[in-house]
Structure formats: structure tokens, C-alpha cells
């Protein structure tokens, strides 16, 4: 299992704003990935409650159990690999989250076997060096929803909070309230019910 603080700054983007970004980078079809992200909570989203958030990320036919969680700074991120079989099980409910995952999954208090699938997030990435971090270009589709994101990843919170700033002024783009991938999903989806 693998573990990494993630630092980074994100902004929602309109249409327009991101396709002055993709130009301004001189990205081109080739430059974007697809990856999908299929979200697990508790019936009573449990994990979202306590600030953390569980998926399974399927890129370039890999598949990574993630677990993110609050941090001093950033989120603390856990990696588990999983096979594809065992990815499909789980999302299709046919097996259980297993292996160190499922403590990290208990110290919060939740009892891995109330997790249950909620839907999946399909994605268009670029990722770039910028400075001193990665820029990541992001066009999402979920439910009947698109969405475009900017995302800056960094090492260090305030020399990045300052290289977001300046990129966001350089190309009159104004800051937004963003919510994650994962929180604009259940928004979206308790729209819908």
C-alpha cells in the first residue's frame, strides 16, 4: 500500500475558459487521458461525513483503490492495486474491500461491509509541468452532467496557492468555490432523486 499528502488547488472552469487553457498549453487530442472514478460511501455517506472519501480510479486498463482523508495540509491518500477482477467484484458488490485498506476503513469508524457503489465519474485528463507543480486540464462527464476543472498539484501550499493565483489572473479566470469530483457527483445526484 502506498501513501501521499496531496496538495493542490482547483477551480471550476466555464467552456470557454478551458478551452483557452488547453490552447495556451498547445494540448491536442493526444494529450488527454481517460480515466474513470467509481465512488463508494456508506448508505448514509459515513465517509463523507468525516471529511474522507473511497474509489476505485481504472486508467490505462490499471485499477487503484483509493482512500483519501483529511490532513494537516492537503489529503492524505491511500493506494491499494487491485486486478481488474477484483475491481469489477467490487463494484459490482460480488466482493468486499479487503486487505490493509479495510483497517485504515475501521480507524474511521466504518464498517467496510456497509460500503456500497454509487455511480462513476468519466473523465478527459491532461496533466503538465507548470512551475513548480502539475497542472491537470479535466473534462468530466457524470449523470447527465460535463464539467471543466483546472487542478494545480504542488509540494508546497503557499508557493502553489501563489502559482494558482498567478495562472488563474494571467488568463482573467475568477476564483470559484470548488467542490471535488466526488462532492459534485452526490450533489448531482441527490438533484436528481
Do not use: C, W
Amino acid at each position: 500500500m502506498k501513501h501521499e499528502l496531496e496538495i493542490e488547488f482547483k477551480n471550476i472552469l466555464t467552456q470557454q475558459e478551458y478551452t483557452q487553457l488547453v490552447s495556451a498549453f498547445s494540448l491536442d487530442t493526444d494529450s488527454f487521458n481517460i480515466q474513470e472514478n467509481h465512488y463508494f460511501d456508506t448508505k448514509t455517506f459515513t465517509l463523507k461525513d468525516k471529511g474522507s472519501a473511497l474509489r476505485i480510479r481504472s486508467k490505462n486498463e490499471k485499477y487503484v483503490l483509493t482512500l483519501k482523508q483529511p490532513a494537516e495540509v492537503g489529503l492524505l491518500e491511500s493506494h491499494q492495486l487491485l486486478s481488474k477482477d477484483e475491481a469489477l467484484s467490487i463494484i459490482s458488490g460480488e466482493l468486499f474491500i479487503n486487505g490493509e485498506m479495510v483497517d485504515l476503513i475501521k480507524k474511521l469508524g466504518v464498517n467496510p461491509q456497509e460500503l456500497r457503489y454509487f455511480g462513476s465519474l468519466k473523465t478527459m485528463r491532461s496533466e503538465v509541468i507548470y512551475k513548480e507543480g502539475t497542472l491537470v486540464l479535466d473534462h468530466s462527464y457524470y449523470l447527465d452532467i460535463e464539467d471543466y476543472e483546472v487542478e494545480y498539484e504542488v509540494a508546497d501550499h503557499n508557493k502553489g496557492h501563489e502559482d494558482f493565483q498567478e495562472l488563474l489572473n494571467k488568463f482573467n479566470i475568477p476564483l470559484r468555490k470548488t467542490n471535488n469530483k466526488i462532492q459534485r457527483f452526490y450533489l448531482a445526484s441527490q438533484q436528481r432523486n
